[in-house]
């Protein structure tokens, strides 16, 4: 199954993924090391983990940025100086960042304050009905001054360059919003098994050609990466109109494209890349939150998932009684079926071999979770409950829940 290691947050510089797939093994990404950039923004950075003596000067701003890139960050320690240091070394295209500290009691803040060229804001007080990312984006836009905007995860690290691309990409195809789903590092066994039958399945039940395409009714968008015109999503209400859904990226798709605006959504391990849970609580209870929503009917896709994985198996027990060659045969075509199914999911062979093995029967797992979970009406997050039964909150016209403090 290959060397699928740890992310390498020491490593010198990103590497551009070589080949095509999801979840490859040995992946690098930058981490903490003295070095000076020139932003965008019109500030010279000094890396923040730099020497205490490192000079940082910063020129006045004049003119809005083409993009605000607005990042909500809850205890997100682990990852957060990876993803800041990705971003504040883009280059061709004007941009602001905006780290949203959602009530962090780890080292988030610290962190994000350390880079001389991000602001800092606080997501306010949560109000009754909204979920806590959709406060934190809200109030990350209220400060935005861009006419664009990317909402970006703080577990993404984005290759050299991809920003001015993504703006130039969704300018050449006329799209209103762009969602990118990224490379998706795998690095435990849980992560390898279970990711790709979960992405083969979010490929075949939202292909990005339909989702691209304005005469399908098929919406989504990746809350990874999403990039949207100021004017398109102040127009669509912005995630305020959305401030209850658990499920906020495929929302805010569904609203601008019912609004008659183009989105386009493919997969782009050329532009940015993501360990999305880094242990098995982390994935259990995020898919538990998200499955029941993605999939329409989550206990047929969990009986059919378990189906497909008892059939090889049931092959090699029949094999083993009957005793004749042609079997191998029968048992090898067996195992390839599964697989077959799992390889849109832009994952190695290996990891998919896994997922064949193994991850079908915790997909079924983590379906019956979450169709469980939100039938009760008790789903939990980062140190939150939801009621996805419950109606939100509304504020008068779409108000942010914070001025968008700076620090």
Known sequence: MGNNSELQPRKPALSASKGGGMGKPGTEVPGPRTQKA???????????????????????????????????????????????????????????????????????????????AVKVIEAGPLPAGWT????????????ARGTWLLFTDADTVHLPGSLAAALKEAQDHGAELLSYSPEQI?????E???????????????SPSKVSDPASPIAAANGQYILIRRDTYDAVGGHAAIAASILEDVALARAVKSAGRKIRFRYAANAVRTRMYRNYRQLRDGWTKNLALLFPNPGWLAAKSLLLWAFPWAAVSIAVVAMHSWWNTFVAFAFLWPMARLRRANFDLATEFLGALFGMP?????????????????????????????????????????AGRLS
């Open 132 to 143: 806590g990312k959709n406060n934190a984006v809200t109030a990350g836009a209220h400060a």
């Open 38 to 116: 020139t932003s965008p923004v019109g500030t010279v950075l000094s890396y923040p983990h730099a020497s205490s003596d490192s000079m940082v000067t910063t020129e006045p701003i004049t003119a809005p940025p083409q993009i605000s890139v607005i990042v909500p960050a809850r205890n997100e320690g682990a990852c957060l100086a990876d993803c800041l240091y990705s971003l504040t070394t883009q280059s061709g295209v004007s941009f602001e960042i905006i780290v949203v500290d959602d009530h962090s009691t780890d080292r988030t803040r610290e962190i994000a304050t350390s880079f001389p």
């Open 362 to 402: 915790m997909f079924a797992y983590l379906l019956l979770r979450s169709k469980r979970a939100h039938a009760n009406g008790s789903v939990s997050w980062k140190g939150r409950t939801y009621d996805p039964t419950e109606p939100m909150t509304e504020l008068p016209h779409h108000a942010p829940t914070t």
């Open 186 to 190: 795998a690095v435990t066994f849980w």
């Open 192 to 206: 390898m098994a279970t990711l790709p039958v979960v992405f083969a399945e979010l490929a075949r039940q939202y």
